[in-house]
């Protein structure tokens, strides 16, 4: 009998490579990449181990859509939902941090989806 699994996701994933930043309420800013990008998410890597479930203004680093060759940010607010520590052959720390976007405005949801797109 073969097992039937379930997509709990909401939004399509995309693979993209996108810089970003956040920082918690409280605490250490992170710098980190993305490896895949949706409308309700992120998948990333991270020197800060984050715990499940803290809140994080995460600022992405998006192509500029008037600028060619440039960057501009998107501001949205993030919530850690899963974290996992990688192994390291160095000292240096690194983590896989699942982000969901609890509260996406319209504006940001239109600009998120023009990149995916794009």
Known sequence: MSKVTTERRAHARFARRVELESKPAEGKVARMVAD???????????????????RLAVRLMLPSESAPG?????????????????????????????????????????????????
């Open 36 to 54: 895949n990008l949706s409308l309700g998410g992120l998948y990333c890597t991270s020197p800060v181990g984050y715990e499940e479930m803290t």
């Open 70 to 118: 440039k960057t501009e940010p998107l501001d949205i607010e993030a919530v850690v939902v899963r974290r996992r520590e990688l192994a390291s052959a160095t000292q240096d720390r690194r983590y896989e941090l699942a982000l969901f976007f609890p509260a996406v405005t319209e504006q940001q949801r239109r600009r998120l989806e023009r990149y995916l797109l794009s």
